[in-house]
Structures are given as C-alpha cells and as structure tokens.
C-alpha cells in the first residue's frame, strides 16, 4: 500500500508540474523500481539471517571404562582412522575442522550472491563418572543446515564413532585395576551384565552380588562392554 501510494503522488507530482512526458515517465518508473527492490530486500534479509544462524544440537553420550584422558585418546584414534582433522584446545575438549555438508534440499537463490556453505563438525569431551569410568559427550555444531536434517549429521550416524571407539577398546583394554591373586579378570562381553557374567563364570546368576561387592559396583547393570570384572577363585566354577 505504501508503494502504490508513494507512485501516485509522484505521478501526480509530475504532472502537475507539467513535466515532459519522459521525463514523468523516468521518474515513476524510477520510485517503482526502488520501491519493488526495497520490498525484496527487506523480505529476503530476514530470511537470509535466519537461515545462517548457526546451530548446537543433537549431543551425544557414551559411557566407557576409561579416565577422560584415555577416553579423549581413544577418540582421537577413532577420528584419525576416519580421516577427521581436529584441534585439542587448552581445555582437553576436541573440535573438528568443518566439513561441507551433502543437504538434500535445494540452497536459495541469494546463496549465488552470499555464499552459504552448508557445513558441521563437532566438539567432544570427556566427564568423568568415577575413578576408572568417563561419558565422552559429542555435539555436532551446523551451519545453514535444516533442522530436518540435523539427524544425519550425529557423529553416531555419520562415522559411528562410538561404535570404532568400543572397538579400540576391545583391542587395547584398560590397565587392570583389580587385585593380582586369589580370583581372576574376566572382561565383559557386548550386551552382558553382572548377572549374565555371574551365570557364565560361576554357574549361578545370584553370585552377581558378591561379585559386584568386590568391585565397588552398585547393580548389575552399572557396568559397560568390555569392562574388567575381578571374581574371586571361591565363587569360579570348579574345573573338570
């Protein structure tokens, strides 16, 4: 409404001042043209900032039978068998390089003037839980990325890094912090708790207790794969 008001007083302008007929012409032709672009303008500004606003989302956790500096180790390994570069700041926490991102959704228009590079990576650290047991925590940081994408850019559906970094661990499994006689270090298969490595051990699932007394564990589900389990010779099946 204000564009077409704002023309009909030019036109009216023009007139009345009995202007030649080009160059009433030039002048609302010129107010029309400003007028269109200013609209445009102002619409896709809006858009264009929301549609750069960077976004943090999608964290993940895993828990594994490591203190943070051998966790954060095991996921720098983790990151260069995939060929991730990444940066350790001062603070111990990991930040990858951005990487582009592969969208399924057409870029705007305004993206050929503006680049817009859609693009992620991530930023991981390490908490402790205990003396011996930490949650790696991973956040993938996206730019110009939908929201309906985000999904595919977790570090657990783009490289299934909590997947590698579990299969390190079976290969290099953590110093053993139990005692060295009168009982034996058994390591946790996937999937198996207290009780079915009580049941596997010792022949009685019930023995999960006694085993979970002796290594400072409070049920039997308060462990992870591949976590040392110490059983004491007296509750071990007897050999035959």
Same mark, same amino acid.
């Given at each position: ?74 996921? !720098? ?6 060929? =991730? ?10 930040? %990858? ?7 399924? %959704? ?17 930023? #991981?650290? *390490? ?8 949650? =790696? ?7 110009? #990325?939908?929201?309906? !994408? ?14 590698? #970094? ?28 207290? &009780? ?8 009685? *699932? ?11 564990? &409070? ?17 071990? &099946?007897?050999?035959?």
């Amino acid at each position: 409404m204000l564009a077409v008001h704002s023309l009909l007083m030019v036109f009216w302008l023009a007139v009345s001042m009995r202007r030649n007929f080009w160059t009433s012409w030039l002048l609302v032709s010129g107010v029309w043209v400003l007028s269109a672009t200013g609209g445009c303008y102002v619409g896709n500004r809006h858009y264009t900032e929301h549609y750069n606003a960077p976004d943090t989302a999608l964290g993940e956790e895993h828990v594994v039978d490591y203190p943070p500096a051998d966790a954060l180790q095991l996921t !720098q390994d983790a990151l260069r068998g995939d060929g =991730i570069p990444f940066e350790v700041l001062p603070d111990n926490s990991i930040v %990858t390089g951005w990487r582009p991102a592969d969208i399924n %959704t057409p870029r705007p228009w305004f993206s050929l003037i503006i680049p817009q590079e859609p693009r992620y990576r991530y930023e #991981i650290q *390490a908490v402790p839980e205990n003396d011996h047991r930490s949650k =790696i925590i991973v956040n993938v940081r996206t730019e110009s #990325i939908p929201d309906d !994408q985000l999904a595919r850019y977790k570090a657990s559906n783009r490289f299934a890094l909590f997947k590698e #970094i579990d299969e390190l661990a079976s290969r290099f499994p953590p110093k053993s912090r139990l005692p060295r006689s009168g009982g034996v270090n058994f390591t946790l298969l996937p999937n198996e708790d207290l &009780k079915a490595l009580a049941r596997r051990v010792t022949g009685n *699932a019930e023995n999960w207790s006694q085993i979970a007394k002796d290594n400072g564990i &409070k049920s039997p589900t308060d462990v992870v794969p591949f976590e040392n389990i110490w059983v004491r010779d007296s509750l071990l &099946k007897p050999i035959q």
